[in-house]
């Protein structure tokens, strides 16, 4: 290995610094349309501590201490970068001068990292399929929100960060393609561009394993080691803390920020043990006749006043059923109701020619009418029976009978029947 040449090496840090992406030393930094980075904001800047030595175990995602996985590692495709073939004997290729290289064709120059189609289906990560961590993502297309993790971040002499680079199956060694290739390779990692100064076609670069980050960024405010200062203002000088009713905001010298309650009855308790706390003037009340049992979910009032009509879903409280009718008063009160049932009411007694006889009170329906002739069950109207014939018919509180069933003279008439009606 003869070395990246002073071509390649100038051309690439004069681009970084520039904000490029090198992929091509026959490009212009003018040329170069994918962007890299120095100088970043707080949201390309890793926001969690990266632990120093996690293991290389695809799709497992890891984090230091307690703190939540913020590094995964992963296979990558390696693609061949549009506009990035040239043959580097050209001039001004910056070919090197390694046995062979003298006689390299024109081949890709650079490659993006690009997360496999299978990432997602490998990936144990609880953040998979969100954001840009998703099967197929390219890394130079997130501006910095996806990155490889450097190997800066370890001082393990086995560093897991280096990147692995293969020209096949990336799970087999002798496919590897190592730090000390005659290609002469260097990585991007902030935006994943890979760039080759010298082509060889027997070791083209196709896949990659490494660690991206896929923890929080800075500009997601969270702090992993505390933080120290008082956070009392935002960006635009308002207060960050805003006092409400009855409280007090006071920040110290120091810039701890106390916050008071200055109202509600100084936060005290009123009353005995059990019992329910209330508005009482402006400060808490508690009295005997509104207690709450916490070991039986039971609340005791002396009086409750206005009507329990409506379930929070907005059914009724209380049902009827069967014979019980469930009436609301205009008070809020609630009537519940039964028919009353008469027996064996004296009716009359025929003369022979009465078809009419009355009942003391107005039945609940007629269906509910049992009449009696002298004993003998008379037949009520057709459409309450379904029979071919009947003896009577009812209307209000009135018997009618029918011609053909009219009740001897001297014949004795009973009435069985329901009434909403009171009763003696």
């Known amino acids: 290995m003869a070395g990246k040449t002073t071509e390649s090496l100038t051309l690439f840090a004069q681009k970084k610094l520039l904000g490029k992406a090198h992929t091509s030393n026959l490009k212009l930094d003018s040329n170069e349309s994918i962007p890299s980075f120095i100088a970043q904001s707080n949201a390309q800047v890793f926001g969690e501590p990266i632990p120093t030595n996690p293991n290389k175990v695809i799709g497992q995602s890891q984090g230091v201490g307690s703190n939540p996985g913020c590094v995964e590692y992963v ?3 390696l693609i061949g970068v549009d506009g990035s073939s040239y043959d580097a004997n050209d001039s001004g290729g910056g070919a090197g001068s390694d046995s062979g290289e003298s006689g390299q ?3 890709a120059h650079a490659y993006a990292f690009v997360l496999t189609g299978s990432y997602e289906d490998d990936s144990s990560n609880p953040k998979k399929g969100t954001g840009f961590l998703k099967s197929g993502q390219h890394l130079s297309g997130t501006l910095g929100r ?16 280096t990147i692995e680079l293969y020209k096949n199956t990336p799970f087999v060694n002798s496919n590897k393609i190592g730090a000390a290739s005659n290609i002469d390779w260097q990585l991007d990692t902030s935006n994943g561009i890979l760039f080759v100064q010298d082509y ?3 070791e083209v670069p196709l896949f990659a394993r490494g660690f991206i980050y896929t923890g929080d960024f800075a500009d997601q405010g969270k702090f992993y080691s505390g933080v120290s200062g008082s956070l009392t203002q935002l960006p635009d000088g308002k ?7 009855n409280v007090t905001i006071t920040s110290a010298s120091n810039g701890q920020v106390t916050i008071s309650s200055t109202g509600g009855g100084g936060g005290s308790v009123a009353g005995s043990d059990t019992q329910v706390q209330f508005n009482d003037g402006g ?4 009295d005997s006749g509104l207690v709450f049992n916490k070991t039986t979910n039971t609340l005791t009032a002396n009086n409750i006043s206005g009507s329990l009509t409506k379930l929070s879903d907005g059914t009724s409280y209380i049902l009827s059923n069967g014979s019980i009718t469930v009436t609301s008063q205009s008070n809020g009160s609630i009537v ?3 028919a009353n049932s008469v027996f064996n009411e004296y009716i009359g007694e025929a003369d022979g020619s009465n078809t009419r006889f009355t009942l003391d009170h107005t039945p609940t329906a007629n269906k509910n009418v049992s009449v009696f002739v002298n004993g003998q069950l008379q037949m009520p109207a057709t459409n309450i029976t379904g029979a071919p014939f009947q003896d009577f018919s009812v209307t209000g509180s009135v018997i009618h009978f029918v011609t053909a069933s009219l009740p001897p003279e001297g014949s004795l ?4 029947y329901t009434t909403n009606q009171s009763i003696s």
């Open 75 to 77: 296979v990558f495709d």
């Open 105 to 107: 064709v024109a081949g």
């Open 146 to 161: 996806l990155q490889i993790v450097p190997d800066s971040f370890s001082l393990e002499s086995n560093n897991p960060y």
């Open 200 to 202: 060889n076609a027997a």
């Open 239 to 245: 207060s960050y803390l805003v006092a409400g009713n």
């Open 283 to 286: 400060s808490f009340g508690g």
């Open 336 to 338: 519940l109701s039964a």
């Open 413 to 416: 008439l009973l009435a069985n």
